[in-house]
């Protein structure tokens, strides 16, 4: 990391953008990797919880919840969240090619 970065040994340091923008850039393509590959969206709970204990995360918003397993683990394994913040504008039907949506 660049000189007086915050950012903790723990977590790579992103090479395009700087700070939190880099970081969940690269974090999100990952997670679409893995989803295109086969793997659903689950594999990568454990690193979303070791990220965020790794930054001694208090506070977590989660946007996007689907059916909770996400916030699930993370509950039970980010052991330094202390609030828990869900937010999920869900309407059914937005697209009709979309399982989700159904």
């Known amino acids: 990391p660049p000189p007086g970065d915050p950012t903790p040994a723990c ?53 996007g919840a689907a059916w909770g397993a996400l916030s699930r683990h993370m509950l039970r394994h980010a052991t330094t969240i202390q609030e828990y913040h869900v937010v999920d504008p869900f309407r059914g039907g937005y697209d009709k090619d979309d399982p989700m949506s159904q």
């Open 11 to 63: 977590v790579p340091h992103p090479k395009h953008c700087r700070g939190l923008c880099a970081q969940v850039g690269s974090f999100v393509q990952k997670q679409r990797d893995g989803v295109s590959d086969g793997r659903g969206w689950s594999w990568y709970y454990d690193a979303v919880a070791q990220y965020a204990t790794c930054m001694n995360a208090r506070v977590w918003v989660e946007v």
